[in-house]
């Protein structure tokens, strides 16, 4: 089993940064690729960012390219989405998740494909 914990979020005003960070445990996440969702109020989840095994290959939300930056560091069994430049749209709740299918090339954008999923870290961007 993979446990995983989102920290990082909070309060921000338009125009400013966070970084977010997902902290795997009881296994290593070094083999998986691992994704960012977000879900704001009233609305269903959705796709943000991607990142394949390695870190070798992303991918984007449109609604995020150029913003947000996902990044890996599989020493510390750790994902990261660097956000800059945001915006009050991208109040959510965010969430990220471990494909738990070892060494695949391909970027996974689709929700049902990923096995783990952490509990959520909520960031607030205001006017």
């Known amino acids: 089993q993979v446990q995983l914990v989102e920290s990082g979020g909070g309060w921000v005003q338009a125009g400013g940064s966070l970084r977010l960070s997902c902290a795997a445990s009881g296994r290593t996440v070094s083999n998986y690729g691992m994704g960012w969702f977000r879900q704001a109020p009233g609305k269903e989840r959705e796709f943000v960012a991607a990142?394949?095994?390695?870190?070798?290959?992303?991918v984007y939300a449109d609604s995020v390219k150029g913003r947000f930056t996902i990044s890996r560091d599989n020493a510390k069994n750790t994902v990261y989405l660097q956000m800059n430049t945001l915006k009050p749209e991208d109040t959510a709740v965010y969430y990220c998740a471990a494909d738990a299918r070892p060494l695949r090339l391909v970027v996974v954008r689709t929700m049902t494909q990923y096995d783990y999923w952490g509990q959520g870290t909520q960031v607030t961007v205001s006017s």
């Open positions: 990142i394949i095994w390695s870190g070798g290959r992303t």
